[in-house]
């Protein structure tokens, strides 16, 4: 157990120390080797963790930490092909997927690389044939509108990278995503393509989703009253053995996703490979993947003392365990990023998210997992960085980009263009938790002993710097959040690869959904309450009120 290794009270008693007054940030900083010591770089990113709460004892005791659980041994382990899924007795071989080395990976004494490679070859044919015209709908129209319909690790990740890379789009091809069963998303999404042009995508491993399967039914019943042959108008993404189900009969094409690679790092797999390439253009999608690949040999060859994605894991846990900090936030100043948060929600809260250990155990004075949320800068300032700087703190991950895409517009306001603006916006936050203000100068606050205005400081964060918005730089930052999370995982010695959390409510789901189907009555008021809420399409006319 992760609590019980000697390194584990030592790095509670350094807790100790870093909780002092003269130990806050404001003081930290002034040591002027602080931002040398404490940032790296490393895969074509830069880590800054100097307005972290840690000292050099802090980071050595995490070093320890990290060579007790043997971290860097699990990680290459995983990476080629020993089951790291141990409750589900997988491989997760997510990085597999967007490897260019001519090596082999075994499952089962099998070589998947063969099988990863055909389909993305298939996916690249595939690709240029839609982007050519040469595959087309129906009425022989070309392809404009893409609809991803899957829900969580099927459109998440891809959504965020479209969105991050939309700059790129050069075929005119648009995509959507359909994930919400909400009807209301399927009516954004028709009112915005025209079905004679439109490609659905549906992903799904198991094909047995329910919000999948209900989308994929309205579509087809849409497009079946559209078009000629709507099969010309599906492909599916899918896993192995699910040929048997009827829908992927009428679909232009299937592509394989396999069952080593879950759904939150399933981006570089095709689940994320075929709307990526049709939308982006192969090329440059395999330039992202070129990106995230070049990251994940930084977090399997370099050592610890210089692996970014490590040493955020270690961070990260010290700032739980020790610190105490619940949550964490995720700040890119870069609007096209705006879809990060989102994803990397998903992928560490779904990944580490567990209360008992790989085997079973449960977990005692140690809480895997924090929550993640975030929105882009400066956006975030303005909604609640209130909290951030005066209320219940939270570590934040800073996020830039140091060259605009948009170059071109240079028109200066107060002496600087809105990029450098933005920049300076990236650069005083982070100050700005950390050294905080007690105004006793009286700048800030009219009456210096306006309590209200103090701010106390001493909250942590990190920045991360990408040198522009590049598929390779993209690929890189998801990497590095795959990377931590497992580590993360590793270090409490939980499975960051299954789910079973998310099932518990389904099945609820699928039992009233039944009731509702059927028009059956529940015992419990409060459930047969919301189930004439349904059948009556609001409030009962005649009663007041439900009781």
């Given at each position: 157990m992760f609590n019980e290794l000697p390194v584990f009270k030592k790095l509670v008693r350094n807790a100790d120390v870093m909780n002092r007054?003269?130990?806050h940030l404001k003081h930290l900083l002034k040591i002027k080797t602080r931002f040398e010591t404490f940032s790296r770089t490393g895969a074509g990113l830069f880590y800054d963790f100097s307005r972290q709460r840690i000292n050099t004892d802090t980071l050595n005791l995490l070093f320890d930490l990290a060579e007790d659980r043997g971290l860097k041994n699990r990680f290459r382990a995983m990476s080629e092909g020993e089951k790291a899924n141990r409750t589900e007795n997988r491989a997760a071989?997510?990085?597999?997927?967007r490897s260019f080395i001519d090596e082999p990976v075994y499952v089962d004494k099998k070589n998947v690389m063969p099988e990863i490679m055909e389909v993305r070859k298939e996916i690249e044919d595939f690709t240029e044939k839609v982007r050519s015209g040469k595959i087309c709908g129906s009425e022989g129209k070309p392809f404009k509108s893409i609809v991803v319909t899957g829900i969580g690790g099927s459109h998440l990740g891809s959504e965020f990278v479209s969105t991050a890379l939309a700059h790129l789009a050069d075929n005119n091809l648009s995509i959507h995503y359909l994930a919400n069963v909400d009807i209301h998303a399927f009516g954004r999404v028709i009112s915005e393509i025209d079905p004679e042009r439109t490609l659905w995508i549906i992903i799904s491993k198991s094909y047995t989703t329910t919000e999948t399967l209900a989308n994929e039914e309205l579509a087809r019943a849409f497009m079946k009253e559209q078009v000629a042959e709507p099969e010309k108008h599906f492909a599916a993404v899918t896993g192995k053995g699910n040929h048997k189900n009827s829908h992927l009969n009428s679909v232009t094409q299937t592509f394989r996703m396999f069952d080593f690679i879950g759904g939150r790092y399933s981006v570089s797999s095709a689940v994320g490979c075929l709307p990526l390439s049709l939308y982006l253009g192969y090329d440059k999608f395999e330039k992202f993947l070129k990106g995230a690949h070049e990251m994940d040999r930084h977090a399997i060859e370099a050592p610890a003392c210089e692996n970014l994605p490590l040493i955020a894991a270690l961070i990260s846990v010290w700032n739980n365990d020790f610190l105490g900090y619940p949550a964490q936030a995720i700040i890119p100043y870069a609007d096209p990023l705006s879809r990060?948060?989102?994803?990397?929600?998903?992928l560490y809260m779904e990944s580490n998210g567990k209360s008992v250990t790989e085997d079973g155990t449960p977990l005692t004075e140690t809480q895997a997992g924090v929550m993640i949320f975030g929105e882009p800068g400066t956006c975030a300032q303005h909604s609640f960085f209130q909290m951030?700087?005066?209320?219940?703190?939270?570590?934040?991950?800073?996020?830039?980009?140091a060259k605009a895409w948009y170059d071109q517009f240079s028109h200066r306001f107060k002496g600087v263009t809105n990029h450098e603006q933005l920049w300076a916006n990236l650069i005083a936050q982070p100050l700005a938790l950390a050294q905080g203000t007690d105004d006793t100068d009286g700048s800030f606050a009219d009456n210096t002993n306006d309590k209200s205005k103090f701010f106390p400081g001493n909250?942590?964060?990190?920045?991360?710097?990408?040198?522009?918005l590049s598929p390779e730089n993209i690929g890189r930052l998801l990497a590095f959040y795959e990377a931590r999370t497992i580590y993360e995982g590793f270090i409490w010695g939980i499975n960051p690869f299954d789910q079973f959390g998310v099932e518990l409510g389904k099945r609820g789901a699928a039992d009233i959904r039944e009731k509702i189907a059927r028009g059956d009555n529940d015992t419990d008021p409060g459930t047969q309450f919301y189930l004439d809420l349904v059948k009556n399409a609001g409030f009962a006319k005649d009663k007041g009120s439900h009781r």
């Amino acid at each position: 157990m992760f609590n019980e290794l000697p390194v584990f009270k030592k790095l509670v008693r350094n807790a100790d120390v870093m909780n002092r007054p003269e130990n806050h940030l404001k003081h930290l900083l002034k040591i002027k080797t602080r931002f040398e010591t404490f940032s790296r770089t490393g895969a074509g990113l830069f880590y800054d963790f100097s307005r972290q709460r840690i000292n050099t004892d802090t980071l050595n005791l995490l070093f320890d930490l990290a060579e007790d659980r043997g971290l860097k041994n699990r990680f290459r382990a995983m990476s080629e092909g020993e089951k790291a899924n141990r409750t589900e007795n997988r491989a997760a071989l997510h990085m597999s997927a967007r490897s260019f080395i001519d090596e082999p990976v075994y499952v089962d004494k099998k070589n998947v690389m063969p099988e990863i490679m055909e389909v993305r070859k298939e996916i690249e044919d595939f690709t240029e044939k839609v982007r050519s015209g040469k595959i087309c709908g129906s009425e022989g129209k070309p392809f404009k509108s893409i609809v991803v319909t899957g829900i969580g690790g099927s459109h998440l990740g891809s959504e965020f990278v479209s969105t991050a890379l939309a700059h790129l789009a050069d075929n005119n091809l648009s995509i959507h995503y359909l994930a919400n069963v909400d009807i209301h998303a399927f009516g954004r999404v028709i009112s915005e393509i025209d079905p004679e042009r439109t490609l659905w995508i549906i992903i799904s491993k198991s094909y047995t989703t329910t919000e999948t399967l209900a989308n994929e039914e309205l579509a087809r019943a849409f497009m079946k009253e559209q078009v000629a042959e709507p099969e010309k108008h599906f492909a599916a993404v899918t896993g192995k053995g699910n040929h048997k189900n009827s829908h992927l009969n009428s679909v232009t094409q299937t592509f394989r996703m396999f069952d080593f690679i879950g759904g939150r790092y399933s981006v570089s797999s095709a689940v994320g490979c075929l709307p990526l390439s049709l939308y982006l253009g192969y090329d440059k999608f395999e330039k992202f993947l070129k990106g995230a690949h070049e990251m994940d040999r930084h977090a399997i060859e370099a050592p610890a003392c210089e692996n970014l994605p490590l040493i955020a894991a270690l961070i990260s846990v010290w700032n739980n365990d020790f610190l105490g900090y619940p949550a964490q936030a995720i700040i890119p100043y870069a609007d096209p990023l705006s879809r990060l948060a989102a994803h990397v929600q998903q992928l560490y809260m779904e990944s580490n998210g567990k209360s008992v250990t790989e085997d079973g155990t449960p977990l005692t004075e140690t809480q895997a997992g924090v929550m993640i949320f975030g929105e882009p800068g400066t956006c975030a300032q303005h909604s609640f960085f209130q909290m951030a700087h005066q209320g219940r703190p939270f570590p934040i991950d800073f996020i830039g980009v140091a060259k605009a895409w948009y170059d071109q517009f240079s028109h200066r306001f107060k002496g600087v263009t809105n990029h450098e603006q933005l920049w300076a916006n990236l650069i005083a936050q982070p100050l700005a938790l950390a050294q905080g203000t007690d105004d006793t100068d009286g700048s800030f606050a009219d009456n210096t002993n306006d309590k209200s205005k103090f701010f106390p400081g001493n909250r942590p964060s990190s920045t991360l710097v990408i040198e522009s918005l590049s598929p390779e730089n993209i690929g890189r930052l998801l990497a590095f959040y795959e990377a931590r999370t497992i580590y993360e995982g590793f270090i409490w010695g939980i499975n960051p690869f299954d789910q079973f959390g998310v099932e518990l409510g389904k099945r609820g789901a699928a039992d009233i959904r039944e009731k509702i189907a059927r028009g059956d009555n529940d015992t419990d008021p409060g459930t047969q309450f919301y189930l004439d809420l349904v059948k009556n399409a609001g409030f009962a006319k005649d009663k007041g009120s439900h009781r």
